[in-house]
């Protein structure tokens, strides 16, 4: 099994940057697909960026070059750097991680087996 933390949220203005962190503990990241989802008050869990266990980003569409996905093997961390936010970014981030992922379900919920208690990003008008 593998624990999930995340950190790294807070309130930034329209047009700022964050960098996510997702702690892991108990076995090595690199050992799953690791995926992280959003979730806005009233609308579903949404995913946002995923990278496989070897080591390649995969990206929602709309989340492409403003949110990058990466990796730090020697701390076992997972990261979001998030620019150009807009308040339409608002919502609380989740990392995930899941084995057996596919380009077919790497999207899904569904698909991901541990998952961090999220972190709160607020981005202001």
């Known amino acids: 099994q593998v624990q999930l933390v995340e950190s790294g949220g807070g309130l930034v203005q329209a047009g700022g940057s964050l960098r996510l962190s997702c702690a892991a503990s108990?076995?090595?990241?690199?050992?799953?697909?690791m995926g992280w989802f959003r979730q806005a008050p009233g609308k579903d869990r949404e995913f946002v960026a995923a990278?496989?266990?070897?080591?390649?980003?995969y990206y929602r569409d709309t989340m492409k070059g403003r949110f990058t996905v990466s990796r730090d093997a020697a701390k076992n961390t997972l990261y979001l750097q998030m620019s150009s936010l807009k308040p339409e970014d608002t919502a609380v981030y989740y990392c995930?991680?899941?084995?057996?992922?596919?380009?077919?379900?790497?999207?899904?919920?569904?698909?991901?087996?541990?998952w961090g208690q999220g972190t709160q990003v607020t981005v202001s008008a």
């Open positions: 995930a991680a899941g084995r057996f992922i596919t380009l077919t379900t790497v999207t899904s919920t569904q698909s991901y087996q541990y």
């Open positions: 108990g076995r090595a990241l690199s050992a799953y697909t």
């Open positions: 990278m496989w266990s070897g080591g390649t980003p």
